[in-house]
């Protein structure tokens, strides 16, 4: 019976008369819901937001790397539905969880997203759906969270009746080279017949799928690619912070190793680490480690220092104002970008939050310039955008640079300000010469 549901799930699969759905219609299910789309299955995206789904009813598009134009012409073909209504979940044979797994204030996995979906989801799962779970979380969970979940829900039996996978999500917002279609895809199942699933599946959509032996080695590998990227983040930035004590130029000291063509991997220093994976998973696989007893010292170490940097460039701020023989304290500051990165409107932990919170702790009057954000929102303030750049520009104290937008003209900044604080180095050689400039 078992081979006969995987046949015909599999058929159904390589034939494109399967119909797909997407559980979570954020920066990472929202695309992949196109690819699917795109690539010929009929695709229903799932979320409880209504906002959401009115706006994808409308073929309006929240997510910078999807076009409201590319949804539009999907909804209106009908390849893409989008509804806030779980019930039709029964209805489909394949299921991707792309739900947020963000940390609580406490700094512990908050899994009440992937909990509340597998709850919604366990009541209509059916024979012959494979179920691939692509939010980014602790090795372990797609076995000992999903799988009992739905197992006693249903009363079906896995890589039997019901096949189920993990697969981490790889996105990177606002990146072109590499999306979600070929961007290699890993793989891993409960069972050999849930990964075969899962492969079949991804298959037909993306370019290259990786299968791997198990849902723990993929959720292992998507937590080791981003602690790769936040230990290293955090080594250059204690760089900067040695290089600071030592009267030596960082960015200079890291172009001059960029040099080497083998043994170096350029990484820079920042304001801080943002985004939704670097900051976070590598301390989803912190907290797993220290229910076994281990403490993960290079994850704690770089997280240490990380954290550390806003509090940091609010230093460099104040001793900067301070050679000006100004107080922080009442002083006009105008930050630059509040994205986590470049050229994006994503602000998921933003260090650019961290440091104006932090101006405003201190009594200075902060406002901020940000060409794809209009509005942050935090828990004691809330600030806007402002319209007129240039002359919040002359009239601040001080510019500080936190996201450097490739929109914004830095040659006119630095002409027009009277003091800047640069942590991106967006200024280059002209910030480096300049009296008025304070770099990382």
């Not at 250059?236 to 009267?247: K, S």
């Not at 680490?273 to 480690?289: T, V």
């Not at 994205?339 to 260090?351: H, V, W």
């Not at 914004?408 to 280059?428: K, P, Q, W």
């Amino acid at each position: 019976m078992s081979n006969t549901i995987l046949d015909n799930l599999t058929a159904k699969l390589n034939n494109k008369s399967a119909r797909v759905a997407i559980l979570g219609l954020g920066y990472v299910g929202l695309p992949l819901a196109v690819v699917f789309a795109e690539a010929g299955f009929k695709v229903l995206g799932v979320d409880p937001d209504e906002r959401k789904i009115a706006a994808l009813g409308r073929g309006e598009s929240y997510v910078l790397d999807v076009s409201s134009e590319k949804i539009s012409a999907l909804v209106q073909s009908g390849a893409f539905q989008a509804t806030s209504d779980f019930s039709q979940l029964k209805d489909v044979d394949a299921i991707s969880i792309c739900v947020p797994t963000p940390l609580r204030k406490t700094g512990d996995p908050d899994l009440s997203y992937i909990v509340n979906a597998t709850d919604s989801l366990a009541q209509y799962v059916r024979k012959g759906q494979v179920i691939v779970l692509e939010s980014t979380t602790y090795p372990g969970t797609t076995r000992e969270l999903i799988l009992p979940k739905i197992e006693e829900t249903s009363g079906l039996k896995v890589g039997e009746d019901f096949f189920l996978a993990f697969s981490p999500e790889r996105v990177d917002p606002g990146r072109t080279d590499f999306t979600t279609i070929n961007t290699p895809k890993v793989v891993g199942g409960v069972t050999p017949a849930c990964l075969k699933a899962a492969v079949a599946w991804y298959s037909q959509a993306l370019q290259k799928v990786v299968p791997v032996s198990s849902t723990e080695v993929a959720e292992m590998a998507k937590l080791l690619e981003n602690t790769f990227r936040m230990i290293n983040i955090g080594l250059v930035n204690e760089l900067a912070l040695m290089c600071d004590r030592l009267g030596v130029d960082v960015w200079e000291v890291i172009d001059a190793a960029a040099t080497k063509p083998f043994g170096f991997m350029k990484f820079q220093p920042g304001p801080g680490l943002g985004g939704h994976c670097i900051p976070i998973d590598p301390l989803y696989l912190s907290w797993k480690l220290r229910s076994l007893n281990y403490t993960a010292r290079f994850i704690e170490l770089a997280s240490e220092i990380n954290t550390g940097m806003p509090r940091y460039v609010v230093t460099k701020v104040q001793d900067a104002l301070n050679d000006h023989a100004k107080a922080i304290k009442g002083s006009k500051i105008l930050v630059l970008g509040v994205a986590y990165k470049p050229d994006i409107d994503d602000l998921r932990e933003s260090p650019a939050i961290d440091v104006i919170g932090l101006l405003l702790q201190k009594g200075a009057a902060v406002k901020f310039f940000d060409p794809y954000i209009s509005r942050v929102v935090h828990d004691s303030w809330e600030l806007h955008s402002v319209t007129d750049m240039d002359k919040e520009v002359k009239e601040a104290d001080c510019v500080v640079i936190i996201t450097n937008h490739s929109s914004i003209d830095y040659s006119a900044v630095l002409e027009s300000a009277r003091l800047i604080v640069d942590t991106r180095n967006a200024l280059g050689v002209q910030g480096k010469e300049s009296p008025k400039v304070v770099r990382l």
